[in-house]
């Protein structure tokens, strides 16, 4: 099951299946909101101590990864199968909240991070999704055919130092 690091909380019971497709996955947060004062010396600029102070977690939980499912199993204790996107579940009221903190972060917007109700959806979708690329995927072995690789341009040429030159430089430094 979802590994919390915080204790999940009392009213959870029902569960969403993540997909996530960033490499080493991600964790995900939820924080306390300040209290009245801290926000009120927060938009005063007034100095109060406590506004330094980092933000305390609600709770936190940590999505699996594209590079988790190679030796991974499911729920079921069957292998997962590989699609690019690591599977986690998590409490569904957690992820309401912290979509609607995070909704317009890159990896929800294009898809990267995405909930299903199910696991066999969370699995069908991510089929779906396998050709999708996040920009995080190693180079391929033959640079020359990765999309990353600017082809357009000539490979760097050798360039010979000038003996003479250097020559003079080195007259130059005292040498």
Known sequence: MAEANQATRANSTKLVWIGC????????ELFEEPSPDVRKAMELGLSN???????VVKARFTLKGANSVVNDFS????????????????????WNEWLAQH?????VMRGFIF???????AMSESKDRAAEATG??????DVQNDRRVNTGSRPEERVEADATHLARLNKANGG
């Open 115 to 121: 909930a299903m109700p199910n696991e066999r959806a």
């Open 75 to 94: 729920v079921r204790g069957l292998a997962q199968p590989s699609f690019g996107y690591g599977i986690t579940p998590i409490p569904e009221d957690f």
């Open 21 to 28: 497709k960033l490499p080493q996955g991600a964790t995900l």
């Open 49 to 55: 101590p406590r506004v330094f102070m980092p933000p």
């Open 103 to 107: 909704k317009g972060k890159a990896a």
């Open 136 to 141: 995080l995927e190693p180079l391929r072995p």
